[in-house]
């Protein structure tokens, strides 16, 4: 495998350029600035075409996205998502083990209802937006529905990179896609094709992650989801090893989820030590310069900004159904019954506010009340937060409500 790593430009002064760009800071509470900056010294930002890019899960901090996060959730302190996900389609070439849209099923949302959703979501002030599936790709008007989003919104894309061409990658960057993820899960191509239930699939990662590479601006990063086995026999340096050679700009990592009835158990679930493991990656290999690595366990850690499933992130799939995240299976009502704003609204009442990721914690509940449907229906949905004990909110909400 060549090493098409190159240099990875990081910003001197980073914290200066955003207050120059957001005066607006000034204006937000001091211990809550302070939680910010000892949370973006643990990367080191990236200048990607016109954009500074801590990590992929936040906008740009000299985008105006950024600019209506500091304002909106910081200062005026609104109380609505700030991230939402959409499945584009169910469809998908790839047949993955761990894939959390497996078991949903439905009529799915034509262009004018996702165009709707987008609309709904803005103005409901979510200012980042995320692609996913099924494979997002193989929805033909998704230029179209990346364009109507970015007018207000960070978009990024999570892909398997299959059915990508030249052209629609320039012509989603143009549209204003600000970040990609193309899913690799192992640096072996037979475990990567063995996860991802089809040959070819290692080859079609890494064919895209290069045709990614060389769209100009574009911020490039791999998803990849790493076993239990995989945390706990100490390979996953290794594996950042391997995408560093690849010339990525990120590593979005995340651990398999117990989404689906096939991981209904502790035998695939990870532990805190495990979480704490990849913790401890993520900041030692962020000390140096190169490709970042954003840890989905880093972000929702109780030590950082916990999980947010259902308050601060929203998720609606191919077939109109409201979740509190794409790994979480229930829903909360389907656009085409009720507004998606009163669903948000009912589901933000609702959900638990907790130190750690609600999934982990409570996929045994689900367990118990799913009698093979997945999502979970409304009725059922209710009845298991009524019934879900919230832990300790983490340490950025017990400031923020202080």
Same mark, same amino acid.
């Given at each position: 495998?060549?090493?098409?790593?190159?240099?990875?430009?990081?910003?001197?002064?980073?914290?200066?350029?955003?207050?120059?760009?957001?005066?607006?800071?000034?204006?937000?509470?001091?211990?809550?600035?302070?939680?910010? %900056?000892?949370? %973006?010294?643990?990367?080191?930002?990236?200048?990607?075409?016109?954009?500074?890019?801590?990590?992929?899960?936040?906008?740009?901090?000299?985008?105006?996205?950024?600019?209506?996060?500091?304002?909106?959730?910081?200062?005026?302190?609104?109380?609505?998502?700030?991230?939402?996900?959409?499945?584009?389609?169910?469809?998908?070439?790839?047949?993955?083990?761990?894939?959390?849209?497996?078991?949903?099923?439905?009529?799915?949302?034509?262009?004018?209802?996702?165009?709707?959703?987008?609309?709904?979501?803005?103005? %409901?002030?979510?200012?980042?937006? &995320?692609?996913?599936?099924?494979?997002?790709?193989?929805? $033909?008007?998704?230029?179209?529905? !990346?364009?109507?989003?970015?007018?207000?919104?960070?978009?990024?894309?999570?892909? #398997?990179?299959?059915?990508?061409?030249?052209?629609?990658?320039?012509?989603?960057?143009?549209?204003?896609?600000?970040?990609?993820?193309?899913?690799?899960?192992?640096?072996?191509?037979?475990?990567?094709?063995?996860?991802?239930?089809?040959?070819?699939?290692?080859?079609?990662?890494?064919?895209?992650?290069?045709?990614?590479?060389?769209?100009? &601006?574009?911020?490039?990063?791999?998803?990849?989801?790493?076993?239990?086995?995989?945390?706990?026999?100490?390979?996953?340096?290794?594996?950042?090893?391997?995408?560093?050679?690849?010339?990525?700009?990120?590593?979005?990592?995340?651990?398999?989820?117990?989404?689906?009835?096939?991981?209904?158990?502790?035998?695939?679930?990870? &532990?805190?030590?495990?979480?704490?493991?990849?913790?401890?990656?993520?900041?030692? !290999?962020?000390?140096?310069?190169? %490709?970042?690595?954003?840890?989905?366990?880093?972000?929702?850690?109780?030590?950082?900004?916990?999980?947010?499933?259902?308050?601060?992130?929203?998720?609606?799939?191919?077939?109109?159904?409201?979740?509190?995240?794409?790994? #979480?299976?229930?829903?909360?009502?389907?656009?085409?019954?009720?507004?998606?704003?009163?669903?948000?609204?009912?589901?933000?009442?609702?959900?638990?506010?907790?130190?750690?990721?609600?999934?982990?914690?409570?996929? +045994?509940?689900? +367990?118990?009340?799913?009698?093979?449907?997945?999502?979970?229906? $409304?009725?059922?949905?209710?009845?298991?937060?009524?019934?879900?004990?919230?832990?300790?909110?983490?340490?950025?909400?017990?400031?923020?409500?202080?």
């Amino acid at each position: 495998m060549p090493d098409n790593r190159r240099p990875v430009h990081t910003v001197r002064w980073p914290l200066l350029r955003v207050l120059w760009r957001n005066p607006h800071l000034l204006r937000v509470r001091p211990a809550l600035s302070l939680f910010f %900056m000892k949370y %973006m010294r643990k990367f080191r930002p990236q200048k990607v075409g016109p954009n500074i890019i801590l990590h992929s899960h936040l906008p740009p901090l000299n985008s105006r996205a950024y600019s209506r996060l500091i304002r909106e959730q910081l200062i005026e302190r609104q109380d609505h998502p700030s991230h939402a996900q959409i499945g584009l389609t169910n469809n998908c070439p790839q047949r993955c083990v761990y894939c959390y849209n497996r078991d949903r099923k439905g009529a799915p949302m034509d262009t004018e209802e996702i165009l709707g959703v987008v609309r709904d979501l803005k103005a %409901m002030g979510v200012f980042w937006m &995320g692609w996913t599936g099924g494979e997002p790709l193989l929805n $033909r008007d998704i230029v179209r529905i !990346t364009e109507e989003a970015a007018q207000a919104c960070a978009v990024k894309l999570f892909t #398997t990179g299959s059915t990508l061409t030249r052209g629609l990658a320039h012509d989603l960057r143009s549209a204003g896609l600000f970040s990609v993820s193309v899913s690799l899960d192992h640096w072996r191509e037979d475990v990567h094709d063995a996860n991802r239930g089809v040959p070819g699939a290692f080859a079609a990662a890494l064919r895209a992650i290069e045709i990614f590479r060389r769209v100009d &601006g574009l911020h490039v990063g791999v998803s990849a989801v790493l076993s239990k086995d995989m945390i706990r026999q100490g390979q996953t340096e290794e594996f950042l090893a391997f995408l560093e050679g690849l010339g990525i700009h990120e590593a979005w990592l995340s651990e398999v989820k117990p989404s689906v009835q096939a991981l209904w158990n502790d035998g695939h679930v990870i &532990g805190e030590e495990d979480r704490l493991r990849l913790v401890r990656i993520q900041d030692r !290999t962020n000390r140096r310069k190169g %490709m970042a690595v954003n840890y989905l366990g880093h972000f929702e850690g109780r030590e950082h900004f916990g999980c947010n499933a259902g308050r601060k992130m929203v998720y609606i799939d191919a077939f109109g159904e409201v979740s509190p995240c794409v790994f #979480t299976p229930m829903t909360m009502g389907n656009v085409r019954e009720r507004p998606l704003n009163e669903i948000v609204r009912d589901m933000t009442v609702r959900f638990p506010s907790d130190g750690s990721c609600f999934i982990n914690k409570n996929y +045994q509940m689900f +367990q118990a009340r799913s009698r093979g449907a997945i999502p979970l229906p $409304r009725d059922a949905s209710i009845d298991l937060l009524e019934n879900a004990k919230a832990g300790a909110p983490a340490d950025f909400f017990k400031l923020y409500n202080s």
